[in-house]
């Protein structure tokens, strides 16, 4: 399975429940909800760099499946987090967060679990 390729979120459930679960102010909550962005995933073998663009916000990541990496939790701040293939799905935890990643043909389903608060995001290629 491969990820690469650049996705539009098209629908979000759930998002500002799970987002006031994780601590983000009501204002950037309502600010972000209905934001379309784009994550553009190349994958090379184990090694993925992700760029997420909301707006004007991008973050960049870079990680090896397996190995610990940084990135930016719901709130912004720096956190460690690992990556794993677990058959086809691309599972992340970082922070008390597990998000797992499938592609079903154009189709990019991102699912991320924050106790019992489940977001789940729909992207489309583009």
Do not use: C, W
């Not at 990820?3 to 799970?18: L, M």
């Not at 090694?47 to 663009?53: A, G, Q």
């Amino acid at each position: 399975m491969n990820f690469s390729g650049k996705y539009q979120i098209q629908s979000q459930e759930n998002y500002e429940a799970f987002m006031k679960a994780a601590g983000v102010p009501d204002d950037i909550i309502q600010k972000r909800k209905d934001v379309k962005g784009v994550v553009e995933i190349v994958q090379n073998g184990k090694h993925f760099k992700l760029t997420m663009t909301a707006d004007t916000n991008v973050r960049v990541y870079e990680f090896t499946l397996g190995e610990e990496f940084q990135m930016e939790n719901f709130k912004g701040e720096k956190v460690k987090a690992v990556a794993q293939m677990e058959g086809d799905k691309l599972v992340t935890t970082l922070s008390g967060v597990k998000s797992v990643t499938e592609l079903n043909g154009d189709t990019l389903i991102n699912t991320v679990t924050l106790g019992n608060i489940v977001l789940k995001r729909i992207s489309k290629r583009i």
